[in-house]
């Protein structure tokens, strides 16, 4: 078993910004790429961005690339998500996610979740 662990979220005005983390127990972190998801309310799951074991991949949605960046420490069991220049539509709970596997794929099914954590942006 993975346990994940987010923190971070808040309360932030639109052009702010937020790092959130996601620390990781329970097995050998580098085995696992990891995966940030979103749901805003009324709205399904949506993929933020992924990255590889070793950081040789990292992907993101086209929603927010240039303003999300996904960087990991496997020294430190965490992954971090950092957001930039937030927008209300980035309002959403988000869930660190992680796939057992080193490859280079980005995962479509993740094998553990966190329990998320709020980023509410205003206007």
């Known amino acids: 078993q993975v346990q994940l662990v987010e923190s971070g979220g808040g309360l932030v005005q639109a052009g702010g910004s937020l790092r959130l983390s996601c620390a990781a127990s329970g097995r050998t972190f580098s085995n696992y790429a990891m995966g940030w998801i979103r749901q805003a309310p009324g709205k399904e799951r949506e993929f933020v961005g992924a990255?590889?074991?070793?950081?040789?991949?990292?992907y993101y949605a086209d929603s927010v690339k240039g303003r999300f960046t996904i960087s990991r420490d496997n020294a430190k069991n965490t992954v971090y998500l950092q957001i930039n220049s937030l927008k209300p539509e980035d309002t959403a709970v988000y869930y660190c996610s992680a796939r057992y596997g080193r490859s280079s794929v980005v995962p479509t099914v993740w094998d553990y979740w966190g329990q998320g954590t709020q980023v509410t942006v205003s206007s």
């Open positions: 990255i590889s074991w070793n950081t040789g991949s990292i």
